[in-house]
């Protein structure tokens, strides 16, 4: 399972970057959302990177996805998100209190997984019958 953090300026850009690492990353979250404070995040990204910002974050969440670090860096490569997605692996300082957090963090507010649990198509028939009378009571 690999560890994803995502910091950017407000909270809409972040909620379409973890949607866009759900749909067209095509990764799965193991955990929901967790609210980072964004300092720790700045920090911890610098640390990755092992350069200085250039623009500081205000709002920051983590998460996990099925998937291991290799592949999920991959395909994280693949998107355009509106923030940035960093995949932290555990050679990284910090890796176990971002773990911390998402054990025991508040959650991200306004996140909903847009994928469906099931496999099974959706059925949208009628199953009751309603009276023609009912149908035009519009007048």
Do not use: C, W
Not at 3 to 16: A, F, M, P, Q, T
Not at 79 to 86: D, E, L, Q, S, T
Not at 114 to 131: A, E, F, H, V
Request: charged content about 30%; cysteine-free.
């Amino acid at each position: 399972m690999a560890l994803i953090l995502i910091r950017g300026e407000n909270n809409s850009k972040v909620l379409n970057a973890i949607a866009d690492v759900e749909r067209h990353a095509n990764l799965t979250l193991e955990t929901k959302p967790k609210k980072v404070d964004a300092k720790f995040a700045d920090k911890l990204v610098e640390g990755v990177l092992k350069a200085p910002l250039r623009t500081k974050s205000k709002v920051a969440t983590a998460f996990r996805v099925k998937e291991d670090t290799p592949d999920a860096i991959v395909q994280v490569k693949k998107i355009h998100p509106p923030a940035h997605i960093v995949v932290v692996s555990n050679t990284y300082d910090g890796y176990r209190e971002l773990s911390k957090i998402i054990k025991e963090g508040k959650v991200f507010k306004g996140y909903y997984s847009n994928k469906t649990t099931g496999t099974q198509m959706k059925d949208y028939k009628l199953r009751k019958k309603i009276p023609n009378d009912t149908v035009n009571t519009y007048m």
